[in-house]
């Protein structure tokens, strides 16, 4: 019979080690909101992503490239921006430092 509560434990904090993540990602957002420049990147980000998809990395290769590296760069100032402002505001910058 403890074999199964372990079971049941290890199975559960392995699923909450998923789900978890993803939820906090969400908490945050409704938390916090999104600026519209947040969500103008996000929007621009998935654009591209969209015209990538449009385009043979074969025959395009350069064109490629160029649009994945801009997707590179706005993700990048977009996980900078929306984090950074997120911790900071929420204090939990202090909280983590203190642990």
Not at 43 to 66: C, T, W
Request: positive net charge; aromatic residues 12%.
């Amino acid at each position: 019979m403890e074999e199964m509560y372990l079971f049941l434990l290890t199975t559960g904090l392995g699923c909450a080690g998923v789900v978890l993540p993803t939820l906090v990602q969400h908490m945050l957002r409704a938390i916090g909101g999104e600026g519209s420049a947040e969500r103008q990147m996000r929007q621009e980000v998935a654009n591209l992503k969209q015209q990538l998809q449009n385009i043979s990395m074969v025959d395009q290769f350069a064109i490629y490239a160029r649009v994945q590296r801009k997707i590179n760069a706005l993700s990048q100032q977009y996980k900078e921006k929306y984090w950074s402002d997120r911790w900071e505001n929420n204090g939990c910058v202090w909280f983590w430092q203190g642990c």
